[in-house]
Structures are given as structure tokens and as C-alpha cells.
């Protein structure tokens, strides 16, 4: 599976993100331009020592990161979607997008994917969640449906 982070500005974030990744061999793409340097003391102390477990792939926009992988099913995760993330079976060569933390997803983005825009249920008063905890609820729900794979 695959997670792609448009436009991270917070490396803390990414930094777990990052973890995550390690730990379940899910690819991690980060889509540019980024709001920090890869070389952020935050960024590698939430990551701690994973990082060589970690396939990390840089993209200079997200139609680029597309355009390599024309056969991939991609997820669009925003707080404006009508589904759930339950909703779905996922499979390995799925993609779930997550947009950055102060404006989310573009709209233009979501609009022409709303058929496989994801939501996680939080309280209609409450904006959303935090960047890295939206991957970890998603990816660990993908990883459930196909018996965590590899994992132990
Ligand atoms: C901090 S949020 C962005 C908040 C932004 N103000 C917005 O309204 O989209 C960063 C990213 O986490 C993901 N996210 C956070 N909460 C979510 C939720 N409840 N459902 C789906 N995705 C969520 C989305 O990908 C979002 O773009």
C-alpha cells in the first residue's frame, strides 16, 4: 500500500508518519513542495530510528506522482467526504492521499474524486483530526481487511 502526504508543513507529522510506514512496510510518497528540510532534527527524532526500513519516494506535485502510477486506485482522505472510510475493501496497490495540515486537500482535488473520498467520523463541530493520526486510523483499518500482512 501506499500513502501520500500532498504538501506536509509540520515534520513532526511526517516524522510519524514516517514511523508508521516503517513498521507496517507501507511506501510512503511526499508530495512537494515541503514545509520543512528532510534533514529536521523533529522530523527524524518522531521517525527515531526506522528510517532504513522506510521506501520513501519525492514528487514534484501530485499529478506527477499520478502519471507513475497509472494503474493504482487512489483514496482521497478529507473530512468533506460523504463516505466513510469503512466503506471500502482495500487492497496492497492502493493509495491514500492526506493534504496538509492547515488547508487539507484542494478542493479541485476532492471534487473530481468524491466517489472515492474517505472520511473518519469525528463530531460535526470539531474540525479534524490530526494529520498523522488520520494515516494511522486508515492505514490500520486497510491493514485489518487483508489479515496485516507480513505483520506480527
Ligand atoms: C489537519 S487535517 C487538515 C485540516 C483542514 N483544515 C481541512 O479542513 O481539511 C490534515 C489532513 O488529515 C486528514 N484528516 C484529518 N481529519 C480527517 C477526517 N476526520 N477524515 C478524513 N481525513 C482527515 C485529511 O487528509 C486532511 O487533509
Not at 3 to 19: D, F, H, K, M, Q
Not at 64 to 86: I, N, V
Not at 135 to 148: H, K, N, P, S
Request: proline share 6%; with cysteine.
Amino acid at each position: 500500500m501506499h500513502i501520500v502526504l500532498v504538501e506536509p508543513e509540520i515534520p513532526a507529522n511526517t516524522g510519524n508518519v514516517s514511523r508508521t510506514c516503517s513498521c507496517t512496510g507501507i511506501t510512503l510518497h511526499l508530495v512537494r513542495p515541503l514545509g520543512f528540510s528532510v534533514d529536521d532534527k523533529q522530523l527524524k527524532r518522531a521517525g527515531l530510528d526506522y528510517w532504513h526500513l522506510l521506501d520513501l519516494h519525492y514528487h514534484d506535485s501530485f499529478a506527477d506522482l499520478q502519471a507513475k502510477y497509472p494503474e493504482g486506485r487512489f483514496f482521497y482522505a478529507t473530512t468533506k467526504a460523504e463516505k466513510s472510510y469503512t466503506e471500502f475493501e482495500y487492497g496492497p496497490n492502493d493509495f491514500f492521499v492526506f493534504g496538509k495540515e492547515t488547508r487539507g486537500l484542494p478542493d479541485e482535488l476532492i471534487d473530481a474524486n468524491l466517489d472515492t473520498a474517505i472520511r473518519i467520523p469525528i463530531l460535526p463541530d470539531a474540525r479534524s483530526l490530526n494529520l498523522s493520526n488520520a494515516v494511522a486510523i486508515v492505514v490500520f483499518e486497510a491493514l485489518r481487511q487483508q489479515g496485516f500482512p507480513g505483520l506480527t
